[in-house]
């Protein structure tokens, strides 16, 4: 009895559970920039850069889960649902985990990597995450680590660069009876006999490609690899791969959903079905000047992440209407000036140094929460004003508001240094 709560008195500070303080705040954030995308139970998850939006595709209603309900509020880098566990988990650049429960009332915080200190600070990047069953492939910066859904706790980790050292795992599937890990640094593609029982030791893996490889996926009964050289590979055999298609740019999205394969770039989406044929390829969209981050597919529509226009919502059958998808919010989540009103707020998201350096400058436009109805004016609005930051408001009218440039501050700075030199 003594040994039992011994221990569980160890694992208690590993497994922090956030507060839920969502009755009484509010939070406003921008759902614009999109860094993730997974799907599952008829929703589509959308992760922010600090926070996560809920698609739910039966009833249309859009949910937020923010640092209100538990999130910390840094950086995301990856996310995963799980339908056999009603999981929604997050990951992110620290190497911190957080796993939201299907209420979205519980956060879990799962802090084993960011506490190791064998681990180099910019190595706990959180890359993909891979379910088989119970067990869930954790590919990050420094390798490869695994996490038990039953349990809510980590296993072994794969160190399986040269000698057993650190290499970053973009992605990880299995397919057959191998686990595939795609590795960047020119660390090559490399893959393990999925039922070894010494899988921590590098030197059962072998690498199959030389180069960099940043996503790994089975789709219908083949293997495929993308390159940063801007092409695709199937994997033959375990042993030699094959070109498939290249593109214009850099794929940043692999995705393999049910019967199809989605491939996403910058500028374009491509949907191939199970014969690796092309069905879909959507490129740029007038009315939507951005950059593509990732795609995925539920039911009969595609859904885009985008870097200003949240998800793009658009048919698989007709590619040409797309939907604006994401909750109302500011331009940007890095707000550097804020200014209360008797309607509601004004945001500027300029900034300095401390030694007021604006450099470089930034096109970032400003916010106005008005009766909780958010008015965004971005950049091309503001005449070409840069590095927005203070905010005075007109007390004799609430509509009137008046937001200094910096750099006109600089260039009236260098003039008057002028005159007097």
């Known amino acids: 009895m003594k040994k039992g709560l011994l221990i569980i008195c160890f694992l208690l500070p590993l497994l922090q559970f956030s507060q839920d303080f969502s009755e009484s705040w509010e939070g406003h954030f921008s759902y614009n920039k999109i860094t993730a995308v997974t799907r599952g139970q008829n929703k589509i998850f959308a992760a922010s850069d600090n926070a996560v939006f809920v698609s739910d595709q039966t009833t249309g209603v859009l949910e937020e889960i923010t640092t209100v309900n538990g999130l910390s509020g840094e950086i995301i880098s990856s996310l995963y649902y799980s339908e056999d566990y009603d999981l929604l988990i997050v990951g992110y650049q620290t190497g911190l985990i957080e796993i939201v429960f299907d209420d979205g009332s519980k956060v879990l915080s799962i802090v084993d990597i960011v506490d190791k200190a064998t681990i180099p600070p910019t190595q706990k990047r959180i890359n993909h995450f891979n379910a088989i069953e119970n067990i869930l492939y954790v590919a990050t910066?420094?390798?490869?680590?695994?996490?038990?859904?039953?349990?809510?706790?980590?296993?072994?980790?794969?160190?399986?660069?040269?000698?057993?050292?650190?290499?970053?795992?973009?992605?990880?599937?299995?397919?057959?009876?191998?686990?595939?890990?795609?590795?960047?640094?020119?660390?090559?593609?490399?893959?393990?006999?999925?039922?070894?029982?010494?899988?921590?030791d590098y030197q059962n893996w072998s690498t199959i490609?030389?180069?960099?490889?940043?996503?790994?996926?089975?789709?219908?009964?083949?293997?495929?690899?993308?390159?940063?050289?801007?092409?695709?590979?199937?994997?033959?055999?375990?042993?030699?791969?094959?070109?498939?298609?290249?593109?214009?740019?850099?794929?940043?999205?692999?995705e393999s959903v049910e019967d199809h394969l989605v491939v996403t770039t910058q500028s374009q989406v491509f949907v191939y079905d199970s014969n690796f044929n092309e069905m879909v390829q959507i490129g740029a969209v007038p009315e939507f000047t951005t950059k593509y981050s990732a795609g995925i597919l539920d039911a009969d529509f595609i859904y885009i992440g985008t870097e200003n226009f949240g998800i793009l919502k658009t048919p698989i059958n007709n590619p040409t209407l797309f939907e604006e998808v994401h909750p109302d919010g500011p331009l940007l989540n890095i707000p550097f000036s804020v200014e209360a009103s008797t309607d509601g707020v004004w945001v500027s998201f300029g900034e300095y140094t401390l030694f007021y350096n604006p450099y470089p400058l930034n096109n970032r436009g400003f916010s106005h929460l008005k009766y909780d109805k958010w008015i965004n004016t971005p950049y091309s609005e503001v005449f070409e004003a840069k590095c927005l930051n203070v905010i005075t408001l007109n007390p004799s009218n609430s509509n009137q508001a008046f937001i200094s440039s910096f750099l006109v501050v600089c260039w009236l700075l260098r003039m008057t240094c002028q005159l007097f030199y």
């Open 141 to 200: 910066n420094y390798g490869i680590s695994v996490f038990d859904m039953d349990r809510l706790e980590f296993g072994d980790s794969y160190f399986i660069g040269p000698n057993g050292s650190q290499i970053p795992v973009t992605e990880t599937t299995v397919y057959g009876n191998y686990i595939y890990a795609a590795c960047l640094d020119n660390y090559g593609l490399k893959s393990a006999v999925m039922s070894s029982s010494n899988l921590i």
């Open 209 to 254: 490609a030389t180069g960099s490889w940043l996503a790994t996926e089975t789709h219908a009964n083949n293997l495929y690899a993308v390159n940063t050289n801007r092409k695709l590979y199937q994997v033959n055999n375990n042993t030699s791969v094959s070109e498939v298609a290249a593109y214009n740019h850099v794929p940043v999205d692999l």
